[in-house]
């Protein structure tokens, strides 16, 4: 059992509860960035007189030695260690000799690990934001292609007013933006460095914190030793980004499954992201979109998890805070899975736009255009409103919809109908019609394409 600590010991650990201590199995992702921050620290450590510059060299190349041998399969990473840190320092030892041994002068494993999980997580708010951005593009062509794609918008799962696919995708084009934007704060906010912080107190050492931030690409050193190495509050909240990826994915999910159902058929799903049943052979499943669907409970269950372990952690460090580790990459690795398949399979949907545009023009989704008729030639709102609720119910009874009236029975609920209203009340007309800022027309989603690429021109040039 290879360890960071022992001399205070004159027995050994119990075999179960260093099993249940140990981390390798899974901080073992910390390698690169173990190794990267070991690296800065010896750097500083020379600069600053506390080692020589030759011991800095040999431990920054023991340092890149180890880490090539483990990617080209010559050294192993095996839970005769602890950690990740065990490992990497108990065989820098073996390979360089009593300058391995100074690697960890001013340092605890404390702020050690608060560095590696600070880097790995900056890392992936980095590889997350670059999913969302390939999502908007995605979703930006797609927008760009549909502006005239005519279909029903929902409210309660009941058609109510006609819009056009690239409006309807428009929305999640809000949402995913808004993740990308959550990236950029998170960022910002957690990128200082706690190297430096010790256990919990700093050291006694003069070390250089503005100079190790600066090798390591942060804004600079973090102000407080003790919540240096006792804060996951950046975990906390890249999760909750993360949770609410998951749910805006899910969401999307849930329309995708709809749509591609027999009863809607406004999709079909590409053969690579679809399953087959065992025993009915005419069935094509949208596996992948329920499977986002579902494993978006499991990235929440993850966020409680955490939240739940720092809610009773006084300062400072406490091994609670090892929990952290294994529910924050179960999240990265679905959040980053879901947004990647999802973002493929979006972008090989075909739409069967005519089945859309017979969709929209059933179900009264044009009974708001017709009750703005009446308003427009006089009539209160109001009166518009009960009018047009007896000529719905009338047409239910017909079984037909506005359009198919007769002049004559439309008169008979109101005089003020004339035979204008045919094209009042027509598909194009109702969505061509509405030219506000934020509305389905194609003239306003064009001018909402082009800020979505100025967003997205300007977003990546950062």
Known sequence: MAQLWGGRFTGSINELAWNFNASISFDKRFLEVDVLGSKAHATMLARQGIITTEEKEQ????????????????LEITSEYEDIHSFLEANLIKRIGDAGKKVHTGRSRNDQVALDMRLYARSEVEHMSELLFKMLKTLDDMMRQHT??????????????PVTLSHHLGAYFEMFKRDLLRMKDIYNRMNYCPLGAGALAGTTYPLDRDYTAQLLE????????????????????????????????????????????????????????????????????????????????????????????????????????????????DSIDNTSNCLTLFTDMLATLKFNEDNMKKSAMLGFTNATDAADYL????????????VIGRLVLFCIDKNCAIDDLSLEELKSFSEMFDKDIYD?????????????????????????????ANFLETFALK
């Open 59 to 74: 431990i920054c190349d023991g340092l890149d030695s180890i880490l090539s041998d483990v990617h080209e399969g010559k």
């Open 148 to 161: 005239q794609t005519y279909m029903p918008g929902f409210t309660h799962l009941q058609k109510a007013q």
């Open 218 to 329: 942060f804004y600079g050193p973090t102000l407080n030793s003790m919540d240096s190495v006792s804060d996951r509050d950046y975990l906390i909240e890249f999760m909750s980004a993360l949770s609410t990826v998951m749910m805006h994915l899910s969401r999307f999910s849930e329309e995708i499954i709809i749509w591609n159902s027999n009863e809607y058929r406004f999709v079909t799903i590409d053969d690579a992201y679809s399953t087959g049943s065992s025993i009915m052979p005419q069935k094509k499943n949208p596996d992948i979109a329920e499977l986002v669907r579902g494993k978006t409970g499991r990235v929440y269950g993850n966020l409680m998890s955490l939240l739940t372990t720092m809610k009773g952690i006084p300062l400072a460090y406490n091994k609670d805070m090892q929990e952290d580790k294994e529910a924050f990459f």
């Open 375 to 386: 308003v427009n030639k006089g009539m209160p709102f109001r009166d518009a409103h009960s």
């Open 424 to 452: 009042a009340i027509s598909l194009e007309t109702c969505v061509n019609k509405r030219l506000t800022v934020g509305a389905p027309s194609p003239d306003a989603m064009k001018k909402v394409i082009a800020l979505n």
